[in-house]
């Protein structure tokens, strides 16, 4: 499968401050990237596509610019929560698309646990 | 709207015996299902996919069995081992985009 990776791992912030998580692609060229987010013993929620060289589609619900999200190249997309408070708090996970045999599917970052104080 | 359920939200089993994790959804047309094991703390990671062109697909200890007429998949782990333990998803693929829908995941418990 493919390799992602997330920068960091854990994050403590502020509330009103900004923060930005970064999902590489170590060995995939992604031009489509996914965003999730995860409240404890619940599942994946996406939040958004993010497509390479053009604006992300964001699901129902989500704010587009609460959650910026920038997809420069091939190999990295970067979520940046603005403004943050305490109800963002929560696990953030991206995904990549890459292919398996005749199949494409999703292979997931380790995740960034976010916490605002 | 479309939904992918799962029947047990915890599994708890001896070490050595076989699980079994089930799913089932109700998106008719979902051409694609796939298996994630999330441990705590962690990104969930592939275990096993299925075409809806298959009945049955084996892995390393695995098995995913899908029934399209009950529209019902299933996860078999032969020989649980501790390091299985974990919360295990389904998920799936109804149209042309590669948008999944998440199960809401079943804990998998093993005993020593």
């Known amino acids: 499968g493919a390799v992602v990776s997330q920068h960091p791992s854990r994050v403590i912030c502020k509330s009103g401050t900004s923060v930005k998580i970064e999902c590489r692609s170590l060995?995939?060229?992604?031009?489509?990237m996914f965003w999730y987010r995860q409240f404890p013993k619940k599942s994946l929620m996406l939040m958004a596509t993010?497509?390479?060289?053009?604006?992300?589609?964001?699901e129902q619900g989500v704010e587009k610019d609460k959650f910026l999200i920038n997809h420069a190249s091939l190999t990295l997309s970067t979520l940046t929560v603005t403004s943050a408070h305490p109800e963002d708090s929560s696990f953030y996970i991206c995904?990549?698309?890459?292919?398996?045999?005749?199949?494409?599917?999703?292979?997931f970052g380790p995740g960034t646990r976010l916490t605002v104080l | 709207g479309e939904s992918v359920g799962l029947h047990l939200p915890t599994l708890s089993v001896q070490e050595g015996d076989n699980s079994i994790i089930n799913c089932a959804y109700s998106?008719?047309?979902?051409?694609?299902f796939i298996w994630y094991k999330q441990e705590s703390g962690k990104g969930p990671q592939f275990i096993i996919d299925?075409?809806?062109?298959?009945d049955k697909r084996q892995g390393q200890r695995v098995t995913v069995l899908l029934n399209k007429t009950v529209k019902h998949l299933s996860l078999q782990i032969a020989a649980t081992q501790p390091g299985d333990s974990a919360v295990y998803f389904c998920?799936?693929?109804?149209?042309?985009?590669?948008?999944?829908?998440f199960g809401s995941g079943t804990r998998l418990l093993v005993r020593p």
């Open positions: 995904s990549i698309i890459a292919e398996r045999g005749s199949t494409d599917t999703q292979y």
């Open positions: 060995d995939f060229q992604a031009t489509t």
């Open positions: 993010s497509n390479e060289g053009s604006k992300a589609t964001y």
């Open positions: 998106n008719s047309a979902s051409d694609y």
């Open positions: 299925i075409r809806s062109n298959m």
């Open positions: 998920a799936e693929k109804g149209d042309s985009s590669y948008k999944l829908i």
